[in-house]
Structures are given as C-alpha cells and as structure tokens.
C-alpha cells in the first residue's frame, strides 16, 4: 500500500475532536499512527504526560520523533511486542484500524500495554456516511478516493454497530460511543424520510470510541 501518495495533511492532523476524549487524569500515552506528532505533542504540552507513538511512515516517524518520548517506526504489528506491558493510560488509534488486515487481533493483543484503568480511543470511517450511502444505493458503484470514508488504502470498512461489535468481541467494554465530524448536507434528512427517520448514523464521517478492558 503506497501511502507516499497521501497528501501531508494526513499526518499533521491535530485532530482536536479527539484530543477533547483524552482523560485528563492519564500519565502516559501512545498514538498507533501518530504521523509527525501533531496531536500527540499538543496533549504532551497540555498535561505534561509521557508520549509514545508508532509510525509506519519513516519521515514522519522521525519528525514524531522530535517532539514525542519515543516513537518506533514500524507496522503497529511488529511495534506491538516493543511496548512495555501495563503502561498507558491512553492508547489512540485515530483512523487506523480500517488500514489494518487484522484489526481485532490487534486490538486483542495491545490490551496488555494497557493499565488497570486505561482506555483505548478510536476515530474509524463510518461506511453508512450519507455520500458513500448514495455512491452505492443510487449510482451502483463502489469507487475509491485519495481520502474520506473511502480512502484507496483502507483494507477494512465499519458500521457503528459493526465498530462495537469489534471492541465487545476483543475483550473490551465501550463506555462511550458518539459520530463525529458531522456533516452540514441536508442529504441525510431526505434519506431519513425514505428509511423513517432509522438512519441518524448517516450524519457522521466517523465514530469516535472509547473502551477499556471488559473485566
């Protein structure tokens, strides 16, 4: 998968949505995908926590490098037994799960690094988004984009319904769950009428979550 092609937005996203999900109470935290460090490097500024980041990404991962803790440059698969155990507070996977073969495994195997009390954070595509509803209800089609719901390196494609199922089938038990980004479109209203008013998830580009191990 060429992410050489992503335009340099993708990885200096600062993703304050997100960054308003972060615990405050949280010493330590790791970003899977941090590109260069953007958000990861505002909540290290904000609350003084030790920040950790996987990149895939060898130039980002190194300008992640300048700003965070510790940063290793690799698949989140190969990083994953590099993280010490029982040691963040926070993990975030901002839109990375989609890109990954495997995302319930990985998602099974990271629960060690976590603390008692810590948390995974998840922002994941919404694939009943209004447009992407439309691209294949009405137009029949099924096209792929430089970015969006329907990025050409996206391996994986979620539902709200089918994001909990994946965190409730990896152990994990979902304290919050809310879509995000939602569009100014009056699309989804129309579709809405036609599907009697069952549709509200169509709203949002994506669903951020949150979740900590189901004891």
Known sequence: MD???????YYENYRPEMQQLFPETAKT???VGCGEGAMASQLKEKFGIETWGIEFMK??????GEKLHKVIIDT????IEQLPDDY??????????????DPDLVLKRIKQKLTKKGVVISSIPNVRYH???????FKKDWKYEKAGVMDFTHLRFFTSKSIR???EESGYKVIRH??????????????????????????????ATVARIDK
Not at 76 to 79: G, L, P, T
Not at 132 to 137: D, L, N, P, R, T
Request: net charge negative; hydrophobic share 40%.
């Open 3 to 9: 992410y050489n092609q992503k335009s340099n937005v």
């Open 29 to 31: 935290m790791l970003d």
């Open 59 to 64: 130039e980002e991962g190194r300008k992640a």
């Open 76 to 79: 989140v698969e190969n990083a």
């Open 88 to 101: 963040f507070d926070v993990i975030y996977f901002n839109d990375v799960l989609e890109h990954l073969p």
């Open 131 to 137: 447009s992407v509803f439309s691209q294949y209800i």
């Open 165 to 167: 199922r994946m965190f």
């Open 178 to 207: 809310q879509g995000i980004n939602r569009t100014s479109s009056l699309k989804p209203y129309f579709y809405n009428l036609l599907l009697l008013f069952t549709a509200k998830d169509m709203f949002y580009v994506q669903f």
